[in-house]
């Protein structure tokens, strides 16, 4: 098992920036991939960003590229987020996997999920 745990979300003025954290613990694996979800209100969970187990790779979905920025440091996932937009508004959440590439975009096949961190954005 892998327990995820999720921090840094809060309020924002659209423009501004926040780092969120995703520390694993419990059976870690250190070739496992990490991402980031997100889940606004009456929408679908979608794919935000992943890291490969190095870290030497990374993917974003489009509307995030040159705002966001996915790192790891051993057991922690680091998300970047800056210039937020209130669409960026949220709950995001971390997930890993062993077994996901990190062009891997469902849901459904990442395995282990943390609780979610709110994201608000004001306009």
């Known amino acids: 098992q892998v327990q995820l745990v999720e921090s840094g979300g809060g309020l924002v003025q659209a423009g501004g920036s926040l780092r969120l954290s995703c520390v694993a613990s419990g059976r870690t694996f250190r070739a496992i991939t990490m991402g980031w979800f997100r889940q606004a209100p009456g929408k679908e969970r979608e794919f935000v960003a992943a890291?490969?187990?190095?870290?030497?790779s990374a993917y974003y979905t489009d509307s995030v590229k040159g705002r966001f920025t996915i790192s790891r440091a051993d057991d922690t996932v680091y998300l970047q987020m800056n210039s937020l937009k209130p669409e960026d508004a949220a709950v995001y959440y971390c997930a890993a996997d062993p077994q996901v590439a990190i062009t891997a975009t469902d849901p459904n096949i990442y395995n282990y999920w943390g609780q979610g961190t709110q994201v608000t954005v004001s306009s």
């Open positions: 890291i490969s187990w190095s870290g030497g």
